[in-house]
């Protein structure tokens, strides 16, 4: 697995950067969520991780638990298991309900085998060394525990991307601007599965497609600008690019009435044995 050559994409894993801009508060995370209030179908993905986890008991641990949508999720519906949330943001974790603690997830603060249940959610893109972080997750994990972890495809969002670079272009005066920088580049679902099963030999696939259609290019630009910690790596005028974006859309919904976005994100299911059912 390599880095994007169209970005320096050690941005991404800046631990400075994480923890003092991209992930200091919910706000920008917040503004991702919310595109895919517009998706059909709808996934509730807290509901699904809940689901998975009901032969689950005990102790659970969120890594990279960020705004803390799935831990108060669980809280909601199982408050019988003992969570913790972790995160390299301290400023992100005040907004969850604790207990929390500051931790990277390539060095987890757990004992071998502490837990029956992992949360790796939409992070492993930004930790330095993927791969140790994934031996982490199977070193804290009990013989019948569960790991669940999320990403996007390499093909997740197109139409953003390509918006992304004709905007850039314009501003820029180019026909075609540089890419914007992709969060899921470093781990995406094609790969995923297969650093995985480095670990676990048991890894299930759940492929989550859908459509985004919006009415009001709002939603699509404040995503844009959910970006705005890593604006230093897209080699444009950030603002500029975003305000060009916000008419293109706008003149595309006047013409058509809508603007779509194909996505492709998805949950991996991981145990220790390849014997084990999938819950």
Same mark, same amino acid.
């Given at each position: 697995?390599?880095?994007? /050559?169209?970005?320096?994409?050690?941005?991404?894993?800046?631990?400075?950067?994480?923890?003092?801009?991209?992930?200091?508060?919910?706000?920008?995370?917040?503004?991702?969520?919310?595109?895919?209030?517009?998706?059909?179908?709808?996934?509730?993905?807290?509901?699904?991780?809940?689901?998975?986890?009901?032969?689950?008991?005990?102790?659970?641990?969120?890594?990279?638990?960020?705004?803390?949508?799935?831990?108060?999720?669980?809280?909601?519906?199982? /408050?019988?298991?003992?969570?913790?949330?972790?995160?390299?943001?301290?400023?992100?974790?005040?907004?969850?309900?604790?207990?929390?603690?500051?931790?990277?997830?390539?060095?987890?603060?757990?004992?071998?085998?502490?837990?029956?249940?992992?949360?790796?959610?939409?992070?492993?893109?930004?930790?330095?060394?993927?791969?140790?972080?994934?031996?982490?997750?199977?070193?804290?994990?009990?013989?019948?525990?569960?790991?669940?972890?999320?990403?996007?495809?390499?093909?997740?969002?197109?139409?953003?991307?390509?918006?992304?670079?004709?905007?850039?272009?314009?501003?820029?005066?180019?026909?075609?601007?540089?890419?914007?920088?992709?969060?899921?580049?470093?781990?995406?679902?094609?790969?995923?599965?297969?650093?995985?099963?480095?670990?676990?030999?048991?890894?299930?696939?759940?492929?989550?497609?859908?459509?985004?259609?919006?009415?009001?290019?709002?939603?699509?630009?404040?995503?844009?600008?959910?970006?705005? *910690?890593?604006?230093?790596?897209?080699?444009?005028?950030?603002?500029?690019?975003?305000?060009? *974006?916000?008419?293109?859309?706008?003149?595309?919904?006047?013409?058509?009435?809508?603007?779509?976005?194909?996505?492709?994100?998805?949950?991996?299911?991981?145990?220790?044995? *390849?014997?084990?059912?999938?819950?």
């Amino acid at each position: 697995m390599t880095d994007s /050559p169209l970005h320096d994409n050690t941005a991404l894993t800046d631990r400075a950067v994480l923890a003092g801009s991209a992930y200091r508060s919910g706000g920008d995370l917040a503004s991702r969520q919310s595109l895919y209030q517009w998706q059909t179908p709808r996934y509730d993905l807290p509901g699904i991780v809940v689901k998975l986890l009901e032969d689950i008991s005990g102790p659970v641990v969120d890594i990279g638990c960020g705004n803390g949508n799935f831990i108060r999720a669980l809280r909601s519906h199982r /408050p019988d298991l003992r969570l913790l949330g972790i995160d390299v943001s301290a400023g992100i974790l005040t907004e969850v309900p604790g207990p929390v603690t500051v931790a990277d997830a390539a060095q987890v603060p757990l004992a071998d085998g502490s837990v029956n249940g992992a949360l790796a959610l939409h992070m492993l893109y930004h930790v330095k060394d993927i791969p140790r972080a994934i031996s982490e997750l199977g070193r804290i994990l009990g013989e019948d525990g569960i790991v669940v972890a999320s990403t996007n495809s390499e093909h997740d969002k197109t139409e953003l991307n390509e918006l992304w670079e004709r905007a850039a272009g314009d501003v820029l005066g180019l026909e075609r601007g540089p890419s914007r920088i992709s969060l899921s580049s470093r781990f995406s679902l094609e790969e995923a599965p297969s650093l995985l099963g480095e670990v676990f030999p048991y890894v299930r696939v759940i492929r989550l497609p859908g459509t985004i259609t919006v009415t009001d290019p709002d939603p699509v630009v404040a995503h844009m600008k959910s970006y705005r *910690a890593w604006a230093d790596q897209h080699s444009v005028p950030f603002e500029d690019t975003v305000r060009r *974006a916000h008419d293109i859309v706008s003149a595309q919904i006047e013409r058509e009435g809508r603007f779509t976005i194909s996505c492709l994100g998805g949950l991996m299911i991981c145990r220790k044995h *390849a014997s084990q059912a999938a819950p």
